[in-house]
């Protein structure tokens, strides 16, 4: 019998708990997705979970963001960038991995309506995936732009959800060449949610705030315990210092970058 720890932080009710790897497929040369049994986890648009397959050598989660999740599963799509990551990469179907979430706020899919567009960098992709879904779902209208450095990866993923489907890379064969920002026309939505590389989000804020166009950044930093205690993802915004991992890591752009 897997144990399963709640902790409630005030009112939250955060779950750690044990699950199993059923399967962990390197999709490009450094990216990963892994799936991993739910254990009737929560998660929602722009959530994250720390992960855990360590003991003694490495004291921190890591955070990563939930790609898809069905009934069963939960999955998780990753670049191995140094030594967490590649402890993950090494995980085999049947393997054990501790989970602490879902995490963070998330996007605010009650206040986003109509016709949206999601526009992801990089390993900013995958949140956008189950977010697009919830928002198709839920009956909006939505744009995907994706942006690559070189391989393409998770295309496949928006497809369905999706009206229109921009690619940009800088390097790779398809799609446009140059970067993602370049074909963004913010005044074609009612609102623009991105993820990725901040000086990407920090150019879709700009060109947001240029046609007044509401704009969700979901921010990144390194992150120790993930649930608000040790403040060590706080970063200044225009409402005073905030937690990445509580109090986002989604933000009203407007809030994170002055004009
Ligand atoms: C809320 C959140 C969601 C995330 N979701 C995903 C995801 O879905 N997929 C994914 O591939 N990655 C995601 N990340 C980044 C991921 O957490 C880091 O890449 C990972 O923790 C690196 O661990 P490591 O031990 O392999 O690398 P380390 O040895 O700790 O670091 C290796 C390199 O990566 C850099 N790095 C480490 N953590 C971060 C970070 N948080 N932001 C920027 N650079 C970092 C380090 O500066 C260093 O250059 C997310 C981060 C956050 C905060
Ligand atoms: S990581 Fe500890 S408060 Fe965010």
């Known amino acids: 019998m897997r144990s399963l720890t709640r902790y409630i932080i005030k ?11 059923e399967s962990n497929i390197q999709i490009t040369d450094d990216i ?10 929560k998660a929602s648009a722009g959530q ?15 955070p990563i963001s939930v790609y898809q999740a069905s009934e069963e599963h939960l999955l998780f ?3 191995l960038v140094g030594e967490g990551t590649r402890k ?11 989970l602490l979430g879902a995490l963070g706020n998330g996007y605010p899919l009650d206040q986003i309506h109509g016709r949206i567009a999601v526009v ?14 919830m928002l198709q779902a839920q009956g909006e209208t939505v744009d995907a732009y994706l942006g690559y450095r070189d391989e393409i990866f998770a295309v496949e993923a928006f497809e369905p959800y999706c009206r229109d489907i921009f690619i940009s890379s ?40 240029e046609k007044n166009v509401t704009c969700w950044c979901s921010m990144e930093h390194r992150m120790a315990c993930g649930i608000g205690a040790c403040l060590g993802c706080s970063i200044p915004t225009t409402e005073g210092m905030r937690r990445v991992c509580k109090d986002g890591p989604v933000f009203l752009a407007s809030h994170l970058f002055q004009k």
């Open 11 to 21: 009112q939250h009710i955060v779950k750690y708990f044990e699950s199993t790897v």
């Open 88 to 98: 993950l990469a090494a995980l085999k179907n049947g393997d054990s991995i501790s």
């Open 120 to 133: 992801g960098g990089g390993v900013g992709i995958p949140p956008l995936s189950l977010t697009t879904k």
């Open 170 to 209: 800088e390097k790779g064969p398809e799609g446009y060449r140059g970067f993602i920002t370049d074909l963004l026309k913010a005044e074609q939505y009612d609102a623009v949610l991105t993820c990725g590389p901040e000086v990407m989000m920090r150019k879709v804020a700009q060109i947001c705030s």
């Open 32 to 41: 990963y997705v892994m799936t991993v049994l739910r254990h009737e986890a």
């Open 48 to 62: 994250f979970f720390m992960l855990k397959c360590w003991d003694k050598e490495l004291t921190l989660m890591r």
């Open 77 to 79: 799509m990753y670049r």
